[in-house]
């Protein structure tokens, strides 16, 4: 069988290798001129490749169901033991938050090249800086025009992902794909992305920029199912980011408000009121500076005391005046005017329904031949290599089956 899949990255790439090893005649379609750009600048160059603890609940879909059967088939041990097998040295970050990120030891690259070994080996072959232009299925054979030639195939998978990181050249186009055929698009948005602001507290974030604080998240939905996240928050010049902030704006809707707990770990209320009768004549920044980043600590009195109360002692503070600061400071209530977008996503929530996609096969139910498989599915994982999961789970799934 020919197959032709559009998209040299993470999930084509290993959509390829398994094909490929069936004996099929595979050629890989990339518009870029280097394979797996996406790959290349993960995880700050090191790539997170997989998360030892993703299951299907580490996602979000229209149709949570859907990405049940390609996590159970492909795990991240199958992905570890490939990695393994090419003596590609890793580690896990963040041990003490048993969060299960694995990273390279060195380099992305490594990964990328395990990858086109594997492609050379089953004799897979990757067509670079090739922009397909025109798709058209006649009876079973798929054609595929471009600028320099055209193609013919009995399979056709698109792995073109989602517009997220537009400078890396993601674009749209397997959704373009996916409506000439019929099918149906969860609205894509940006995923995984900063949060922007308008008002007083954009200045605030400006002023912090560069401080992080460990942080709980949480956002409720319109139907009141809350989410919460704990993980690093990040003040930028434009607003919110680190990981906490990525997590929970998978989760957010424009108009929704994000409650912060800034000290999720200790009884503030409790240690104000102890302190209160140990040291009567400490100030409240002096306290506060024992939890908090000083920078965070002078910003916060500045704006939630008034001048008199930045100089009284914890003794002359009433309990319903400290119980006002610990509700800044742990039930803290935001309301983000919207993302980054894009530019900063890592991934693209939404995208190809997958009710319209067979969940063992990757097959369009309505057009025989035409699979969908990674990020341009209405599939989005969490924060910490569960989207890299997903491409190795929906590739290796799709090219087994292909």
Same mark, same amino acid.
């Given at each position: 069988?020919?197959?032709?899949?559009?998209?040299?990255?993470?999930?084509?790439?290993?959509?390829?290798?398994?094909?490929?090893?069936?004996?099929?005649?595979?050629?890989?379609?990339?518009?870029?001129?280097?394979?797996?750009?996406?790959?290349?600048?993960?995880?700050?160059?090191?790539?997170?490749?997989?998360?030892?603890?993703?299951?299907?609940?580490?996602?979000?879909?229209?149709?949570?169901?859907?990405?049940?059967?390609?996590?159970?088939?492909?795990?991240?041990?199958?992905?570890?033991?490939?990695?393994?097998?090419?003596?590609?040295?890793?580690?896990?970050?963040?041990?003490?938050?048993?969060?299960?990120?694995?990273?390279?030891?060195?380099?992305?690259?490594?990964?990328?090249?395990?990858?086109?070994?594997?492609?050379?080996?089953?004799?897979?072959?990757?067509?670079?800086?090739?922009?397909?232009?025109?798709?058209?299925?006649?009876?079973?054979?798929?054609?595929?025009?471009?600028?320099?030639?055209?193609?013919?195939?009995?399979?056709?998978?698109?792995?073109?992902?989602?517009?997220?990181?537009?400078?890396?050249?993601?674009?749209?186009?397997?959704?373009?794909?996916?409506?000439?055929?019929?099918?149906?698009?969860?609205?894509?948005?940006?995923?995984?992305?900063?949060?922007?602001?308008?008002?007083?507290?954009?200045?605030?974030?400006?002023?912090?920029?560069?401080?992080?604080? #460990?942080?709980? %998240?949480?956002?409720? *939905?319109?139907?009141? $199912?809350?989410?919460? =996240?704990? /993980?690093?928050? @990040?003040?930028?010049?434009?607003?919110?980011?680190?990981?906490?902030?990525?997590?929970?704006?998978?989760?957010?809707?424009?108009?929704?408000?994000?409650?912060?707990?800034?000290?999720?770990?200790?009884?503030?209320?409790?240690?104000?009121?102890?302190?209160?009768?140990?040291?009567?004549?400490?100030?409240?920044?002096?306290?506060?500076?024992?939890?908090?980043?000083?920078?965070?600590?002078?910003?916060?009195? #500045?704006?939630? %005391?008034?001048?008199? *109360?930045?100089?009284? $002692?914890?003794?002359? =503070?009433? /309990?319903?005046? @400290?119980?006002?600061?610990?509700?800044?400071?742990?039930?803290?209530?935001?309301?983000?005017?919207?993302?980054?977008?894009?530019?900063?996503?890592?991934?693209?929530?939404?995208?190809?329904?997958?009710?319209?996609?067979?969940?063992?096969?990757?097959?369009?139910?309505?057009?025989?031949?035409?699979?969908?498989?990674?990020?341009?599915?209405?599939?989005?994982?969490?924060?910490?290599?569960?989207?890299?999961?997903?491409?190795?789970?929906?590739?290796?799934?799709?090219?087994?089956?292909?």
């Amino acid at each position: 069988m020919n197959i032709i899949i559009l998209g040299a990255g993470a999930a084509g790439l290993i959509c390829a290798i398994e094909a490929g090893k069936k004996g099929h005649q595979v050629i890989v379609i990339d518009h870029a001129k280097k394979p797996a750009e996406k790959i290349r600048i993960s995880g700050g160059g090191r790539c997170n490749f997989t998360n030892k603890y993703c299951t299907d609940k580490n996602f979000i879909s229209k149709n949570n169901h859907f990405c049940k059967s390609a996590m159970n088939r492909y795990h991240a041990s199958d992905f570890i033991s490939k990695v393994d097998q090419h003596h590609i040295k890793w580690h896990e970050k963040n041990i003490e938050r048993n969060t299960g990120q694995l990273f390279c030891d060195d380099r992305s690259q490594q990964i990328i090249d395990m990858l086109l070994d594997e492609c050379n080996t089953h004799n897979v072959q990757i067509h670079l800086d090739t922009s397909i232009t025109k798709i058209d299925k006649k009876d079973t054979k798929f054609t595929l025009k471009s600028e320099r030639k055209n193609y013919s195939c009995d399979a056709l998978v698109i792995a073109t992902g989602g517009p997220s990181i537009p400078k890396m050249g993601a674009s749209d186009f397997g959704y373009k794909v996916a409506r000439q055929f019929d099918l149906n698009i969860i609205t894509p948005e940006p995923a995984l992305v900063p949060l922007t602001f308008t008002d007083n507290l954009l200045e605030m974030t400006k002023m912090l920029s560069g401080v992080s604080i #460990d942080s709980v %998240l949480v956002t409720t *939905d319109s139907n009141q $199912n809350s989410t919460e =996240f704990k /993980d690093d928050l @990040l003040f930028t010049h434009r607003g919110l980011s680190g990981p906490a902030i990525l997590q929970i704006s998978s989760y957010w809707s424009p108009g929704d408000s994000i409650k912060i707990n800034l000290l999720p770990d200790i009884d503030l209320m409790a240690e104000l009121q102890r302190q209160k009768k140990e040291q009567p004549k400490q100030k409240i920044s002096k306290f506060l500076n024992h939890f908090l980043p000083a920078r965070f600590v002078e910003q916060f009195v #500045d704006l939630n %005391l008034e001048p008199d *109360d930045k100089v009284k $002692n914890l003794a002359d =503070f009433s /309990d319903k005046k @400290l119980q006002a600061i610990v509700n800044n400071i742990q039930n803290w209530v935001i309301k983000p005017n919207g993302t980054e977008g894009y530019r900063k996503a890592e991934v693209t929530k939404g995208g190809v329904n997958t009710d319209e996609i067979n969940a063992r096969t990757f097959e369009s139910k309505k057009v025989e031949g035409l699979y969908f498989i990674g990020e341009v599915l209405d599939v989005t994982g969490h924060l910490g290599g569960h989207n890299f999961q997903w491409a190795w789970a929906s590739g290796y799934c799709c090219g087994s089956e292909i």
